[in-house]
């Protein structure tokens, strides 16, 4: 049963303030702190500001989740819920919920002496995502970059984990070779992504060669990714991107090009937000051979999972703890996807700390892909987590 919960404002990777919480009880301990995005999505949890947050939470949260069960989880989360009163977490702020949630869980795995992997999923956890990391980005994340937010790639060629961390790492410093050499390197976007003045269509080529160098070097495949962020580009009538504008249809068939142009295996966000339909028709087009994932698309719910669903939207499903709040509500929507025969892609947000759960989420949910960039202190501190537990397994 819990004894104490301190809650606290600490830095994230962008310089701003978020919350992390840890969680005493008489045998454990669990400490863990929210992310934060800035393509965020209109549907998604809300997160008040830390300090105002935090302060509200010790008079009026805190005092009433002394004496809970760590091991109760869906207790524990159903706590969170009616004490917040609210569908968003408007009330106690997402941040604040999402980072007792996980506390909570990491202090019932260090009172029973299980790594959190273990804890949540069980015995037979026997298997880690690849990672799926961005070498070249824009959009929200970099201004003066690319349209489309992230240009990632994902080793499929990878035996596991840990040899596809450094697969991933040698198309990243490949990639600053090639833009070195065509006088376009230049710094970092906020997922540690280079962020060069280049269009979309040279940031393709680029990963092309830098994939192709490094599938010779190493005997391992490696395939492409983006995430378009397209609530972003989506003007209420048509996508503008630096260079081009697209209406819905033209929109729909250039990402079922350039699946074919570029052999991508992942499409994030490839319509804006609302699109279902959209999204159906992109899914119809070319879902037998690449995933469409939706992210602001479905912000980790299960109603809009739910929809999804019954509309054919996608065949897989990015989630974010912290878009829905609770470790719970997030595993309802892993689930719920897994059985409706949609992937799952566990993922961080631009702005990060240290915290590595989502490397544990990832492996205990058998999520197919743990996205969470490729350098950086706060993506790194993600894969060598995952590193570690591929070594327990
Ligand atoms: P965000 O972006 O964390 O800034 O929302 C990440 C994403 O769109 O996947
Ligand atoms: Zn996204």
């Known amino acids: ?18 919350v992390e919480a840890e969680v005493h009880t008489d045998y454990g301990f669990g400490q863990a702190a929210a992310p934060s995005g800035a393509s965020t999505g209109t549907y998604e949890a809300k997160v008040r500001p830390p300090r105002e947050a935090v302060r509200d939470a010790e008079k009026h949260l805190i005092p009433s989740l002394i004496g809970e069960d760590t091991r109760d989880q869906i207790t524990f989360d159903a706590r969170l819920r009616e004490i917040d009163g609210t569908p968003d977490f408007s ?34 956890a026997d298997k880690t995502p690849l990672p799926l990391g961005n070498v070249i980005g824009g959009g929200a994340h970099a201004p003066n970059a690319t349209s489309i937010q992230e240009f990632l790639v994902v080793p499929t060629g990878a035996s596991g984990a840990s040899e596809g961390v450094f697969v991933n790492a040698a198309v990243h410093r490949t990639v600053k070779a090639i833009l070195q050499k065509q006088g376009k390197l230049s710094g970092k976007g906020d997922e540690g992504a280079w962020a060069p003045a ?21 005997n391992i495949e490696v395939r ?35 699946v074919d142009r570029y052999n991508l295996i992942y499409i994030e966000d490839p319509l804006f937000e609302e699109d279902f ?56 929507a892993i689930r719920l996807a897994q059985k409706s025969g949609m992937e799952t892609v566990m993922s961080h947000r631009s702005g990060e700390t240290t915290d590595a759960t989502i490397a544990h989420l990832a492996t205990a949910f058998e999520c197919i892909f743990l996205k969470t960039g490729v350098v950086g202190g706060e993506r790194i501190a993600k894969l060598n987590e995952l590193i570690r537990i591929e070594e327990l397994i």
């Open 198 to 218: 280049i269009s979309d269509t040279e940031a393709f080529e680029i990963i092309s060669e830098a994939i192709a160098t490094v599938s010779d070097e190493t």
């Open 224 to 258: 492409m990714g983006i995430d378009v962020a397209a609530s972003e580009l989506w003007d209420g009538k048509q996508y503008r991107y630096k260079d081009a504008v697209r209406t819905r249809e033209e929109q729909v068939a250039y990402m079922a090009d350039l």
């Open 91 to 124: 009330s106690i702020g997402a941040n604040v919920a999402v980072a007792l949630s996980l506390a909570c869980a990491k202090a019932a795995a260090s009172s029973l002496d299980l790594e959190l992997f273990h804890y949540l999923g069980g015995a037979f």
């Open 1 to 18: 049963t819990i004894e104490e919960i301190i809650l606290r404002v600490i830095l994230d990777s962008r310089g701003n303030e978020t």
């Open 277 to 332: 339909e959209a999204f159906a028709d992109l899914t119809a087009a070319v879902g037998d051979r690449c995933l469409i994932c939706g992210d602001d698309l479905f912000v980790t719910n299960v109603e809009r999972i739910t929809k999804g669903v019954e509309t054919c939207a996608a065949n897989c499903v990015l989630i974010k703890p912290n878009q829905i709040g609770t470790l719970t509500e997030t595993f309802e």
